[in-house]
């Protein structure tokens, strides 16, 4: 694997198996995977709360991006996934408390389901860092 290629975990189970990492950057290119509200404890975050599963999401997100050298500052894109579309407005009340100032492209999409029946949201996030040097951002 190219030493410029650099994977990110969140210690989920499912990354081995499905052959997956929370996030991978290459170069100053950031991708942050599908990311459900899993609870430290393996179980949902917010059962039944589109904004509190959505506020989950987002910090796993963001953990992601600081383990690969970004920040939110540098997300140039979301996609925000729900199983009923009707309830964007909670999932977009999230996400405006991290991106209102930002403003990244974002898509909101409804989805048929997820693997896991109680999740009710899913976020994918993209980013450009400013250099593609994490220990020179650091500095």
Do not use: K
């Amino acid at each position: 694997m190219s030493s410029l290629r650099r994977l990110v975990t969140s210690g989920s189970p499912l990354e081995p198996e499905i052959g997956f990492s929370r996030a991978v950057r290459i170069g100053q290119y950031v991708s942050v995977a599908g990311t459900a509200p899993i609870a430290d404890d393996g179980g949902t975050a917010g059962p039944g709360d589109v904004y509190a599963q959505s506020i989950r999401c987002l910090n796993i997100a963001e953990h992601a991006l600081r383990e690969a050298g970004a920040t939110l500052t540098d997300v140039i894109r979301t996609r925000v996934m729900l199983v009923d579309i009707t309830h964007w407005r909670d999932a977009a009340r999230a996400h405006g408390e991290r991106f209102g100032q930002i403003r990244p492209a974002c898509t909101f999409v409804e989805v048929s389901r997820f693997i896991d029946p109680a999740w009710l949201v899913e976020f994918e996030i993209d980013a450009v860092v400013a250099t593609s040097d994490p220990a020179a951002r650091a500095s």
